[in-house]
């Protein structure tokens, strides 16, 4: 970024664009009020194919989908209950 003297930029990778940001001031524009433009998956064959038409949440193109499914992964599966639920286990995998 320093060569190019510039605090961002737009790099085509394959049929994406990468936006690198060396400015905090723009960083937080991009993340805190252009979210939902920035945060949104490209939609690809391979993609669709390997999660079954989408049913994971990491590759969920955002939308109403996305946001449900997020619900859900925070209130029962990265809760408080689960995490204590499931710390023997994980415990016991960590000290093998």
């Given amino acids: 970024m320093e060569e190019l003297n510039t605090d961002i930029a737009c790099i085509p990778l394959a049929n994406t ?41 990491a590759v969920e193109p955002q939308g109403e989908q996305w946001k449900k499914m997020r619900r859900v992964v925070a209130s029962h599966v990265t809760s408080q209950k689960s995490f204590k639920w499931t710390l023997e286990k994980r415990t016991e995998e960590a000290d093998n």
């Fill in 17 to 57: 664009h990468v936006i690198p940001v060396t400015s905090p001031r723009i960083a937080r524009e991009i993340l805190k009020k252009q979210d939902s433009i920035f945060a949104t998956r490209p939609l690809a064959m391979g993609t669709e194919y390997c999660s079954r038409g989408y049913l994971t949440i």
